[in-house]
């Protein structure tokens, strides 16, 4: 048989492995699943004659060499950080690599050495990264092929909870790793280009700095701008384009209510409260607003950001216990951000039956024989329930189907990689569509830039 080892079984594998053990009896295919906590994969897996679970510590060589050395292909669901020896030990046993995260500039140093090996090292094979790349490069090379030039091509995702799982003021649910949630856009300011002129949004007015998108059926969103949408420039082919613009979508009304927190510094990550484990949530509050013998929290936090008591924004602090002076944070030594995730999560953490939500919207704006044009894509998917998320959905299958499209030959070039190539996205993006995930493409009359951001 076949072997694929998968190491880490977080929550988005459940459709990764359920992919691959519907698979297994006609492909040959024995699944291996290795983690330091094998509970979730336990769950997940049952008892499948065509899998098993491991403990794998990917700190101990020994273990880690053998599990990998045992198989034909690696997948490794890990925390991005974890990949480089993973995909060290897969060049020295002459073994494929999968994984959902970005390239790090580590890991791009192996490509030579997995070129020279025949091997395929597939990285950015999620959902963001992931399916963007690869919806966008499909329209991107359409209109070249046609020969439009393109001038504008805007990008935004968005991990939020469907409409019939949506009961708070906030429209959001944790549909993923909230820390990133929690520190999302900090590390620089944000940098885009807008009519061939390059625009900075540093992290303070990150977001209050938004645009507007109308999805059919679903409504308006709001989105702000990711930290860098010039990443990828040069590696769509993008090198002349005008405008360009990556960003991440919530529910309109969620940026200027995160703001607070901004404003207030509760997302800091870089130094730790004093006392953080025997703090209350209002005591944590408290902490970032000024001393008065008289004033209540309350009045001095909207005194000092100027909030009005019938403020839709207030309704939302309120609404997540925020000020309750009985529950404790409980964490020793905690940053700001690591506090503010812990309050959040009483609130934000996706119940049994809740369902979550990926949207993905697409601009591409082409000049064609003198005229201008724009194609605007759109893409909608609606998780089943808390374990087969639409996070995991978008996640899991397109790492499950690149997978054994390496098992059988079908993706060939060897190479650390990104699915950014005809001969990866073409048979991924059409399998996927089988799934559901599919993008509905419309021509509307080319709009330019969006004059909020000019």
């Known amino acids: 048989m076949r072997k694929i080892l998968i190491i880490g079984s977080g929550k988005s594998s459940a459709y990764l492995l359920k992919y691959l053990l519907d698979k ?23 008892n499948h004659k065509n899998a098993e679970v491991i403990i794998l510590d990917v700190f101990d060589e020994n273990s880690r060499i053998e599990a990998i050395n045992n198989s034909d292909i690696v997948v490794s669901m890990l925390p991005a950080r974890y990949h480089l020896q993973v995909a060290k030990d897969c060049i020295k046993f002459k073994k494929h690599m999968v994984t959902a995260s970005y390239v790090s500039p580590e890991l791009q140093a192996l490509n030579e050495d997995a070129k020279s090996n025949g091997l395929i090292l597939m990285n950015e094979i999620g959902v963001d990264p992931g399916i963007d ?19 504008l091509f805007e990008s935004f995702t968005g991990g939020l909870v469907a409409p019939e799982s949506d009961n708070n003021l906030w429209n959001y649910k944790f549909t993923w790793n909230p820390r990133n949630v929690v520190v999302a856009g900090q590390g620089g300011a944000a940098k885009f280009l807008q009519e061939g002129t390059y625009k900075y949004i540093p992290y303070n007015r990150l ?12 409504g308006r969103f709001e989105v702000y701008a990711n930290r860098d949408s010039l990443k990828y420039q040069n590696v769509y082919g993008l090198d002349n384009v005008k405008t360009l613009y990556r960003g991440t979508i919530r529910r309109v009304g969620f940026s200027r209510a995160w703001n607070i927190f901004v ?14 484990e025997n703090m209350s949530y209002r005591d944590f509050v408290n902490s970032f607003l000024p001393y008065s013998p008289s004033d209540s929290v309350e009045l001095k936090l909207r005194y000092q950001l100027k ?27 905690a940053t700001p951000a690591q506090i503010l995730e812990k309050i959040l999560k009483d609130s934000w953490t996706l119940e049994q039956n809740d369902k979550d939500m990926i949207v993905m919207y697409h601009k591409f704006g082409y000049e064609k024989n003198g005229k201008k044009y724009q194609i605007d ?5 609606v998780g089943a329930d808390q374990t087969y998320t639409a996070m995991a959905k978008t996640v899991g299958l397109p790492v499950a189907i690149a997978t054994l499209a390496i098992l059988n030959g079908k993706i060939k070039t060897p190479g650390v990689q990104i699915p950014i190539s005809k001969e990866v996205y073409q048979p991924i993006l059409k399998e996927l569509e089988t799934f559901g995930i599919a993008f509905k493409e419309k021509e509307v009359p080319y709009l330019g830039y969006n004059p909020l951001n000019n």
Do not use: C, P
């Open 207 to 218: 977001f209050r700095r938004t645009e507007f998108l109308d999805f059919d059926n679903y």
């Open 133 to 151: 790349h690869m919806s966008a490069m499909q329209v991107l090379d359409r209109i070249r092929d046609n020969g439009g030039e393109i001038i």
């Open 24 to 46: 297994s009896v006609s492909e040959n295919l024995f699944i291996t699943i290795g983690d330091l906590n094998i509970e979730n994969a336990k769950k997940l897996i049952g």
């Open 263 to 276: 404003t207030l510094g509760m997302t800091d990550d870089s130094y730790t409260i004093d006392d953080s």
């Open 307 to 333: 909030i009005d008591q019938d403020d839709i924004v207030w309704d939302k602090l309120i609404e997540l216990d925020i000020f309750n002076a009985k529950k404790r944070v409980g964490l020793k030594a």
């Open 377 to 381: 894509a759109n893409m909608v998917v």
